[in-house]
């Protein structure tokens, strides 16, 4: 029933419904390795160079996007009747999301952005859903990180660098759970802001 | 303890232009009045001379030194694959990785071109040769892989450059992760992963003995997590 949010994430971009598939995802064309770049390589999102106020925008998006995570975990915790593998997996990381929001928030200052309200509907109300969003959310996550990485400058990159990592992990672990390849493809895919957001847009999850 | 020169260790060259890149000398310069004891290339990395020097400065030098740990990882699971000793899970998680590292060791050439370092030889010795030894190892070299691409991207110069190893860098992470779980632990234990220094990566990378000898000096693997 609530299947077109995993849709609407997924469709964020490179996420395809085939990635779900338990198979190893190397194509002919997965490796290009044209010119000085290592392969067929995202579009940066963002065409200016990195600056002060690009940073901040770049970090309200993600401060967004660990919002909603850390507000999804919650909620599933308390409203899913969770067990085993998977009530550790939202218990571990849903205290991650909490912890990455708070490190952004303070990294922006005043320059935060207020907090949206959340409406995450039937997506919390099972362990199943629960598990497919996660994976759907984790795995877009990752992509929205990767893609805005260029885009930054290095000491905000670096900042960035301790938070991907981990939404890559979570990506894996969920994926594990869900008996789904953890890392489907050698070189994860980028989406654009704009990808990222419309993705998100599209669930609903924002009031 | 016998003392042994550096060449005798490295005996293809490909640490040497590794590490001389990364510090900005050459490996001559290296070669030179370095003499390293049992600790292998420790001892190298040690000498004021080196440690005086730049960290990484060139997106070529950083390509380089990730296309260094990626032959180790490479040639790690396919050593492991290639002696059947893993089945089941680990032996999904062995083969994928495998496809994995060595992509992107092929993507690392490609893009270095004839700027790129020798292929290394390696010895994995019972790392590969029993699933539980295998597990210890995986899960140590995945951690130090996410660890070490961390540490070199706020330093890349090129945006593709950087773009393309971050797409490698979280597929590590989402290796480090899988294999942690196969081997009964959190798979992110943080919320945060910290970045490593070349300098740090490369010690214990030598401190594995993994890197092929001419002269063995009689002791196992110890980088086993």
Sequence with gaps: MTDHICVALDEGGAITRGALMRRTAIGAGALVGAGVAIWGLPELSVSAEPSASQDAKILNFALTVERLQAAFYAEAARRAKLSGDLAQYVQVVGGHEREHAAFIEKALGSKAAKAPTFDFGDSTSNADIVARTARSLEDLTVSAYNGQGPNLTPATLAAAGKIVSVEARHAAWIRDILGILPAPEASDKAVTAAQATAAVQRTGFIK | ????????????????????????????????????????????????????????????????????????????????????????????????????????????????????????????????EGPTAFRRTAVAFEDLAVEAYKGQAPKV?????????????????????????????????????????????????????????????????????
């Design chain 2, 157 to 225: 110069k090129s945006r593709a450059v950087l773009a393309s190893l971050l797409a490698i860098h979280s597929v590590e992470a989402r290796h480090a992760a899988w294999i942690r779980r196969l081997a009964g632990k959190l798979p992110a234990a943080s919320a945060f992963d910290d970045p490593r220094s070349a300098k740090s990566t490369l010690k214990l990378v030598a401190d594995t003995k993994f890197v092929m000898t001419t002269k063995s000096t009689g002791s196992s693997p110890r980088f086993t997590g």
């Design chain 2, 1 to 128: 303890m016998t003392e042994l020169r550096f060449e005798d260790l490295d005996v293809d060259g490909a640490f040497g232009e590794a590490v001389a890149e990364l510090h900005g000398t050459s490996r001559a310069q290296l070669l030179r009045g370095a003499v390293v004891g049992s600790g292998a290339l420790l001892g190298l990395l040690s000498l004021p001379s080196i440690a005086a020097a730049q960290t990484p400065s060139t997106d070529q030098a950083i390509m380089n030194y990730a296309l260094l740990l990626e032959e180790l990882q490479s040639a790690f699971y396919t050593d492991v694959d290639r002696n059947k000793v893993l089945t089941g899970a680990l032996k999904e998680q062995a083969t994928t990785v495998a496809t994995h590292e060595r992509a992107h060791v092929t993507a690392l050439r490609k893009a270095l071109g004839s700027k790129a370092i020798k292929r290394p030889h390696f010895d994995f010795g019972s790392a590969v």
